[in-house]
């Protein structure tokens, strides 16, 4: 039997499976475990199964141990993990990919609505109890049909995001570091171009790539004056690949027309000129929050876990 840490509360599917092979260590309390207590609690674990708001770097692998086998995390981003310490020390790590693409896709585009559409804005002054009637001009939106949507990063969720505005009438446009199936770019009607020119065309761009030194403030002021007057941005990916505060002044000064955020730069923290704006919508990382979904990434975390501890190879191990 070996030892599993468990970073925060993750469904009990996951949980059942994991405790039926393994002695658990699961933090249940209500905010995140702090740091010293992680560092205390994975002393001698064997796998540890993490959740993207605790950060795996060289300093929590030593302190569990050279008996660990593996990191598994909650997520498919994984910038809150140090890779490479995991690789010099002989550490599987994992994540889930897959399993969250349609819930993140989903999310992408009711910010995608949210935004054009002022969703937010109209919620506002409803609850603020501010006096309305229907007006010719009241609150008017921009369209999707007959627009171009930028995608950054086309793998699962960025293809599922473009299908989901294909069947709004969109084009598709994206970026990314290597072409997709053509098959799928067939019947997505997708094209590819670089980033300067997805900056350029784009009447909705959204972001999909993963976060890293490269793609950190991949979207800072020069790309934003890029892109045209009328343009949203949208973002589910993770926040500092937007350059939160040449953001917040693009949209004060009408240098795009709007964003929809469902990631921060400094999370939970946003910036707190966005907080004044209306052109942006603002959402607390949401994007594979359902009951299914989180169920399916805790049951795939601890699959791969498992098939580390008995020595066979997980179902999705990163690289
Ligand atoms: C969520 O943000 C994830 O990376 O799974």
Redesign the pocket.
């Known amino acids: 039997m070996s030892r599993v840490v468990v970073t925060g509360r993750v469904p009990d599917a996951a949980l059942e499976k994991l405790r039926a092979e393994h002695e658990v260590d699961a933090w249940a309390g209500p905010e995140s475990i702090g740091r010293e207590e992680l560092l205390r609690r994975v002393a001698g674990a064997d796998a540890i199964v993490s959740l ?1 708001t605790e950060r795996v770097d060289g300093e929590l692998l030593d302190a569990a141990g050279p008996q660990l086998k593996v990191v598994s995390n909650v ?3 994984y910038d809150n993990i140090n890779v490479p310490a995991c690789t010099e020390r002989g550490i599987v790590a994992t994540n ?1 990919p897959g399993v ?1 693409t349609e819930a993140t896709a989903d999310i992408a585009f009711g910010l995608i609505l949210m935004a054009t559409r002022r969703l937010g804005e109209g919620e506002r002054l409803i609850r603020a109890g501010q006096a309305w009637k229907w007006g010719m001009f009241f609150l008017l939106g921009s369209s999707l049909q007959g627009k171009t949507l930028g995608v950054v990063g086309m793998g699962g969720i960025g293809q599922a995001t473009a299908r989901r505005a294909k069947a709004f009438g969109m084009d598709i446009v994206y970026q990314s570091r290597s072409e997709i199936d053509p098959a799928i770019a067939a019947e997505l009607g997708a094209r590819r171009v670089d980033l300067d020119e997805l900056l350029t065309v784009s009447d909705v761009i959204s972001l999909h790539c993963p976060y890293g030194p490269a793609t950190h403030h991949l979207i800072g002021a020069e790309q934003l004056s890029a892109m045209k007057s009328s343009t949203y941005l949208v973002n589910t990916a993770r926040g500092p690949i937007v350059d939160e505060a040449a953001l917040a002044a693009a949209l004060r000064e009408g240098v795009i027309a709007g964003a929809g955020l469902d990631v921060f730069e400094h999370e939970p923290k946003v910036h707190p000129e966005l907080l004044d704006l209306e052109n942006v919508t603002l959402v607390p ?1 949401l ?2 929050a359902t009951v299914e979904t989180r169920t399916a990434m805790a049951v795939l975390a601890a699959d791969n876990a498992l098939a580390v501890l008995r020595g066979e190879q997980p179902p999705t191990p990163i690289g």
């Open positions: 993207l997520a498919v981003g889930t969250l990382h994007g594979s």
